[in-house]
């Protein structure tokens, strides 16, 4: 079965950084597109990045030149690099990847809540 187990969410303040991981088991990240999504309440899941199997990335306008997502092919993980983080950024965040017969994958998310 496979799995995504995300870490590293937490509390910080603006202005500060945190880094989300995503590790997967029974399946592979290197050959498949992986997205960060997050979902703050009372709104719709938005997509936040994502990284393909050629290692292209596309992030959201709302984090671009702050948030970083890279992949780790030996630890079959993805991550997700947020620095300069606002109170808006505060969601809980998903990692999300398809398999290759195009089946949707989710972890089970981690808060990120950031303080003004």
């Known amino acids: 079965q496979v799995q995504l187990v995300e870490s590293g969410g937490g509390l910080v303040q603006a202005g500060g950084s945190l880094r989300l991981s995503c590790a997967a088991s029974?399946?592979?990240?290197?050959?498949?597109?992986v997205e960060w999504y997050r979902q703050a309440p009372g709104k719709q899941r938005e997509l936040v990045a994502r990284?393909?199997?050629?290692?292209?990335?596309h992030y959201a306008d709302s984090v671009k030149e702050r948030f970083t997502i890279s992949r780790d092919n030996a630890k079959n993980t993805v991550y997700l690099q947020m620095n300069s983080l606002e109170p808006e950024d505060t969601a809980v965040y998903y990692c999300?990847?398809?398999?290759?017969?195009?089946?949707?994958?989710w972890g089970q998310g981690t808060q990120v809540t950031v303080s003004s």
């Open positions: 029974r399946i592979i990240f290197s050959i498949n597109v």
């Open positions: 990284i393909t199997s050629g290692g292209t990335t």
């Open positions: 999300s990847t398809i398999s290759g017969a195009g089946y949707r994958y």
